[in-house]
């Protein structure tokens, strides 16, 4: 058995079969953990999700800031962006299927023989791995109740920045999906910032990566996506950067778990 994790495959199908093909992928043996984000600005959204559907136990994904956005916009709640390229999603006929099974998905995952831990942006610097377990679970719950449209609308928002006692339940949630799916950098205290996306050369001096700030943390090994302009690099060690730009001209990226090896495949760029 091998244990393979990829980045954030962003409807890139075509690229994501070639990696699987490269490694002989069985899922009857083999098993695929994948950083989220499954859909949006590549050529096949509604390819990836079948794919990463069809495989069952054999593949685990978490919860990407454009699958919650796909989610949002099939219910209403938010309008498509021209880039989204979700369109054949919302009109397929297994529509509902996916739509139920990716709603269903965590926002953290660990894998109970290697030890490592996925989310799909990082896990705050003010949390341990034990309270970013729990307050994972309870937005899963939430996300995956029935009155999970109104927990769709009450997700935006960049405020609460940090987590505090006295939070609303409504800004719990905020908090903890803003913190496994959009995190990319932080004020020294920990305070979350939504405003800058670019490249740590670019960052303001004000500001640092999330992951600089887990040293007081005993984590296990962290791998997470969603900052395409790391390009998969990431100095900080034990913590794994696998979104290397795939949408953007750069390539897909998959680990090899147990011998640390990196397969790669060029992309165009889709975006």
Known sequence: ????????????????????????????????WLTGDLVAR???????????MALGDAATTVLGNHDLH??????GIRKPKAADKIDEILQAADRADLLYWLRHRPLLVEH???????????????????????????????????????????????QPDCWQPGLSDVEQLRYTINAFTRMRLCHPDGRLDFEHKTALADTPAELVPWFTLRQDHRDPPLIFGHWAALEGRCD????????????????????????????????????
Request: some cysteine; overall charge negative; hydrophobic content about 40%.
């Open 1 to 32: 058995m091998a244990t393979y994790l990829i980045g954030d495959l962003q409807g890139c199908l075509t690229e994501l079969n070639q990696l699987l093909a490269e490694v002989a992928f069985n899922p009857s043996r083999d098993r695929l």
């Open 236 to 271: 900080t060690a034990g913590i794994h950067a696998l979104d290397t730009g795939c949408v953007w001209g750069g390539s897909l990226t998959m680990l090899h778990w147990e011998s640390k090896e990196r397969i790669a495949t060029p992309c165009p760029v889709y975006a």
């Open 112 to 158: 109970e023989q290697h030890g490592f831990a996925i989310s799909h942006a990082g896990i705050p610097p003010q949390w341990s791995l034990e309270q970013a377990r729990t307050s994972a679970r309870i937005a899963e719950a939430e996300l995956q109740s029935s009155h999970y449209h109104e927990r769709l609308q009450q997700m935006y928002g960049n």
């Open 42 to 52: 590549g050529p096949d959204s509604l390819g990836c999700l079948r794919r990463v």
């Open 70 to 75: 796909l989610l949002a916009v099939a219910h």
